[in-house]
């Protein structure tokens, strides 16, 4: 019989999920990361639906996805819940079959026979996506479904679009959702509560008192076993295009407005739609010295495991003020962060130097997510200046806050599109790169442990330095700090 889903708090009822099914689920994404995800949604007793999986091992059944679930959810959390986990195991099911052949599709057909708003996710390579689509569309499986896809989307511009061409003959653009695990992230939400939610910011938010914004998403390890998938990739395609847009689009868009239907997802597009451009002579890509020595890994590549570039935004709030990202592995520090710098006051009569430091606003995703303001205040016995930070951390009780494909995995569940990403977005992002895809010019090679080739500073040459990110003083049990 269809489970209830009355009481589970989609805004729309028409858009709850009534069934969850999962393509790939003997794969390493439900092992590493779904299984855990809906465990911790059935601990917070938001899971309502049965949980259908599909895949293409002949020797697995009803038990054997429950026993994989059991040992994946062990392994990330180190134990289970017996309450819980029966609680999520009475919901499984599996579906054994090949992915293109249509009997599989007869067989969920029966499984799905009393369901009408079945959730598809496919943990599936894009390869694939179009496929599956057309059997389940052929079993009669589409109409009222929703498909959750994973990135990426399209390697370049033109197959994004040909992606789409694939999906759209059969689904709706509403029927679509992308998954982006990083969207998911807290932190990463925290940045437009912490713009829209404190009035005292939106004055100075501005072209008028920014002077430049700096964006750094850093790694401090290799590519490691992905050498074969990583070449075909690269910094580029599998940060700038997503992760780092997706963050400066929350850092510089415009308010959303309560009236409007998905009005996040409406002012990301808008500003999407307002970047110019990116040009590959103010871009400059590096790769770590040991690159080529890592199994799968071309021994000429040119694949870029750095790259640190200048993006211009072309509307009212933020013409004029340059925008620098950097990204790369092998550096110096894992860590995420956005640090948007205030122009300096004019020569004033107080202190020994004539201008005071930038004040600054630093909002740090990973690790330890929190904002940094900093002061500039008086150096206590002399008439100069120096830095006053006031830190604030995020997250009060580690591990308590939702993981990301939890998040992601409830709202799709739900019904909720805030999170996903639009078609239109897509294409704007893979705009916005494909210049650097199309010329992506000299390769520099840099040493394990630096901040990328030393050519990255001519990036900034004229308006700043690239900064050291900042690095927290922990002090257990204060969620505010001041200096470090």
């Keep these: 019989m269809p489970v209830d889903v009355s009481s589970n708090g989609a805004k729309g009822g028409e858009r709850v999920t009534d069934a969850l099914v999962i393509f790939g689920i003997t794969g390493d994404l439900a092992r590493k990361m779904t299984f855990k995800a809906l465990y911790r949604l059935e601990a ?73 708003r079945p959730l598809f996710y496919l943990e599936v390579p894009p390869s694939l996506y179009a496929g599956i689509v057309d059997h389940l569309n052929r079993a009669g499986l589409t109409e009222g479904a929703r ?25 709706d653009e509403d ?10 992230k807290e932190p990463v939400m925290d940045i437009i509560y912490l713009r829209f939610a404190n009035l005292i910011l939106d004055p100075v938010w501005n072209r008028n008192y920014v002077a430049y914004v700096q964006m750094t998403l850093a790694e401090n390890f290799g590519v490691h076993d992905r050498g074969a998938f990583y070449d075909r990739v690269g910094t580029i395609r599998d940060v700038i295009q997503n992760h780092a847009l997706q963050m400066l ?20 597009l808008e500003l999407f739609e307002s970047v110019r451009a990116a040009d590959p002579a103010h871009c400059v890509r590096g790769q770590y010295a040991e690159y080529r020595e890592v199994e799968g890994v071309a021994p000429d590549s040119t694949t870029e495991t750095f790259a640190a570039l200048e993006l211009r935004i ?31 006051p004019p020569p ?17 995703i990973d690790p330890s997510p929190g904002a940094r303001l900093r002061f500039i205040a008086k150096r206590p016995g002399s008439d100069k200046f120096e830095d006053a930070d006031l830190d604030v951390l995020f997250e009060k009780e580690p591990g308590t806050d939702p993981e990301p494909y939890e998040r992601l995995l409830d709202d799709a569940i739900r019904g909720d599109m805030n999170l996903f990403t639009p078609y239109d977005a897509i294409d704007q992002t893979w705009r916005i790169v494909q210049p650097l895809l199309d010329d992506p010019g000299e390769l520099y090679i840099y040493e394990s442990g630096t901040w990328g080739p030393p050519e990255a500073n001519r990036l900034v040459k004229g308006v700043c330095n690239w900064a050291e990110p900042w690095r927290p003083v922990e002090q257990p049990g204060e969620g505010m700090l001041l200096g470090g």
Excluded at 249 to 267: F, W
Excluded at 329 to 344: M, S
């Design 44 to 116: 917070r007793g938001k899971l309502d639906c049965p949980i259908i999986g599909v895949g293409r091992r002949t020797d697995w059944h009803h038990e054997t996805m429950k026993d994989r679930a059991k040992e994946s959810i062990e392994e990330a959390l180190g134990g289970v819940d017996k309450a819980v986990f029966d609680r999520l195991a009475a919901r499984m099911r599996f579906v054994s079959g090949n992915f293109d052949n249509q009997g599989t599709y007869t067989k969920l057909a029966e499984e799905l026979s009393d369901y009408a």
């Design 147 to 171: 498909f959750v896809i994973e990135k990426p989307f399209g390697h370049d511009r033109a197959s994004a679009e040909d992606l789409q061409t694939d999906l759209t003959e059969i689904l």
């Design 249 to 268: 689009a929350l850092v510089t868009m415009e308010a959303p407005s309560r009236n409007q239907t998905e009005s996040i997802r409406a002012k990301k």
């Design 314 to 344: 072309d509307n009212w709030r933020w013409s004029g003020v340059p925008f620098f990202i950097r990204a790369g592995k092998e550096l110096p520090v894992k860590q995420t962060e956005i640090r948007v710098v205030f122009k300096r």
């Design 175 to 184: 029927q679509i959702l992308r998954i982006d695990h990083y969207l998911g």
């Design 348 to 364: 004033t009569g107080i202190a020994d130097s004539d201008l005071p430091g930038h004040n600054e606003m630093v909002i740090r």
